[in-house]
């Protein structure tokens, strides 16, 4: 269901305008952000030629391609953990929406704040271990178990680095209340 902005879902650069480190940071990870967002539109629609070729191709000409799925895969991974800093920035993650109407708007920021903080300490641990993942992976070369063999770092590093992005933004949204009341 769609719907207008809640209260709970200001944006944290209005409250940052005071602090111009933390606003600076958040107009760079939001042109980081549109740039990674077009980018993983192209992936998605490079997912979909990749597979409907493939379903072309066996269907029409009888030919296996064995590269298909995992390409797919990788530009869905890809586009997927790329833009979830977007969709973070956009309040766009699945969340319970009962407990708004009923909350004070001072208590309403609370909770949003530690939602905020307990997504970060996850979202911290999967990104760090994503990059020791990625640098396994790299280290030991390795590849996935297809006849394409394509190095499993491309998909590891993409994890890595979109987690990295969603805590950087996540890490933002955490600040930028506090650095926006301190310097009133």
Known sequence: MMHGPLPDRTSPIAAATSAPLVAALEYALALCNRIILVLASLALIGACGVLSYSVLGRALFQSPNYWQDEAAVFLLVGATFMTSAWVQHQRGHIGIEAFV????????????????????????????????????????????NSMW???LDIPYGLMALGMTLLCVQILLQLIAPIAGAARR
């Open 101 to 144: 109407g009923l909350m004070s708007p001072f208590a309403n920021r609370i909770r949003l704040w530690l939602v905020d903080l307990a997504s970060l300490a996850f979202c911290a641990f999967f990104a760090w271990k994503s990059w020791t993942l990625t640098y396994e992976a790299w280290d030991d070369g390795q590849v996935s």
């Open 149 to 151: 063999s394509p190095p």
